[in-house]
């Protein structure tokens, strides 16, 4: 029975050396679990804990670290448990690690680690980041095609134990062509004598080695994989990609769109591993465009001036228009956005967007110029002809608000720039520019100024 501690237990056990009491308890809990307990310690007791783990858990629970906290301690042992750490992490993990880690560290760390281990570090270290091959591992399980199921089974139990999943394993040619896979369940239900090659299924799903690693978190998710072969372009099998790292690039592709559709330069770290100066550089640039292009609407604001010292009243519902545009805009662009990451959405669909959005936006418009209108004449106290500029212009600026937030990030991902950039910040902006002309142009009209 496992024995649980909270916090202070343990802190209280690390500083009294009661470490064996310590080992025996977390010998008995998951990984997971124990690396969520270095988030809350210092870097002091972080390097006793990690000494004090049973060396069969030791690399488990390092794969679950942060990379600071990896870092930490990875400098902190000595050649030889930092090669016992990297050899015994899976390849994909061991290079997460080495591209985080300074150069001097790194070859330190490779001088040590066995032959293969470095092969395979080195092997996935030279693909693009970002890539199918820079997230795939190298440990799968392969299986001649000529190979009977006593055969197959005895190779797994062999060289299974060290391999990322066993659960898929891959059928190759004499040339490492991928050219089927099998299951292990499929394994253990045939006989003994039966050939690989017979039922294998060779309806084979297969990313390339170059494939955004986003692209690879889309098929996943359409076909349901728990694990994908990736090939080169000769369609060797070259590695597999499993799905708790696509868990991760959905996060890191989720969050680097919220950033961008918040008018942040995306980063790699999180937020309290950003510097003050750092996150000033993120945010500055589109703080920069987004102001500079805002005097467009103060220009609009002057220009208009002697329609608004006649009719000061237009003045109060200037925020309100444009906040409401800038809104409708908003939720346009975001829907559509999403829609295009998923590939629920193509450029082609752009007529039939156009025309939905167009009856979205004309009931909302009339449900929010009636609304307003009661309001403006019970409350507020307007002449007729001002609730009816006001209005008026809530049902056209809705109509272009919406016509603008579906159609730019079509655009921009036809043009080949990344679509959540033309999110809320960038829409709402032009979305102010045309709200404020379209309640001056009907204002000008209809008040006859």
């Known amino acids: 029975m496992s024995v649980e501690y909270s916090m202070d237990e343990i802190r209280d056990l690390i500083e009294n050396r009661q470490y064996t009491n310590l080992r025996q308890a977390l010998s008995e809990w998951n990984e997971a679990d124990i690396a969520a307990v270095f988030e809350k310690l210092s870097t002091e007791q972080q390097i006793k804990l990690f000494r004090i783990l049973p060396k069969t858990m030791a690399a488990d629970v390092f794969a679950y670290l942060d990379i600071d906290t990896q870092q930490t301690i990875i400098t902190s042992l000595t050649d030889r448990e930092a090669a016992n750490i990297i050899n015994n992490l899976m390849a994909d993990d061991a290079t997460d690690l080495m591209e985080e880690m300074p150069a001097g560290v790194v070859k330190r760390l490779l001088a040590n680690a066995n032959s293969e281990t470095r092969r395979d570090i080195n092997h996935l270290l030279r693909y693009p980041e970002d890539s199918a091959g820079s997230i795939m591992t190298v440990e799968f399980v392969d299986l001649k095609v000529n190979l009977t199921v006593k055969e197959a089974i005895e190779r797994i139990r062999r060289v299974g134990v060290d391999k990322e999943t066993i659960n898929i394993c891959y059928v190759l040619d004499s040339e490492r062509h991928l050219i089927g896979t099998v299951a292990l369940r499929y394994l253990l239900l045939r006989n003994e004598t039966d050939v690989i090659g017979d039922f294998m299924n060779d309806n084979i799903i297969s990313v390339n080695t170059l494939t955004d690693q986003e692209e690879v978190a889309m098929q ?9 072969p990736v090939v080169d372009n000769e369609n060797r099998l070259v590695g597999i990609i499993t799905i708790d790292d696509v868990v991760d690039i959905m996060r890191e592709e989720a969050t680097e769109d919220i950033e961008k559709m918040a008018a942040i330069v995306p980063t790699d770290k999180p ?12 945010r500055i640039p589109w703080l920069l465009l987004l102001m500079i292009s805002a005097t467009v609407t103060g220009g609009i604001i002057t220009r208009y001036e002697s329609a608004l010292s006649a009719y000061v009243v237009l003045t109060a519902f200037i925020p309100m228009l444009m906040d409401t545009g800038g809104n409708a805009g908003g939720q346009a662009s975001v829907t559509i956005i999403r829609g295009l990451s998923l590939n629920e959405i193509m450029f082609s669909d752009m007529p039939k967007v156009i025309w939905k959005e167009i009856r979205v936006a004309m009931l909302c418009g009339i449900t929010l110029a009636a609304t307003n209108f009661i309001k403006l004449m019970i409350i507020d106290h307007v002449t007729l002809l001002v609730a009816g500029v006001v209005c008026f212009t809530l049902i056209v600026e809705l109509f272009f608000a919406k016509l603008v937030g579906c159609t730019l990030p079509m655009f921009a991902e036809k043009l080949g720039f990344d679509p959540a950039v033309m999110a809320s910040p960038f829409i709402t902006t032009i979305v102010d520019a045309l709200s404020l002309m379209i309640y001056f142009l009907l204002a000008t009209h209809m008040l006859g100024l």
């Open 271 to 282: 937020y309290m591993r950003t510097g003050v100066f750092e996150t000033y550089k993120k």
């Open 220 to 228: 996943f998710s359409k076909y349901d994989f728990t694990a994908m």
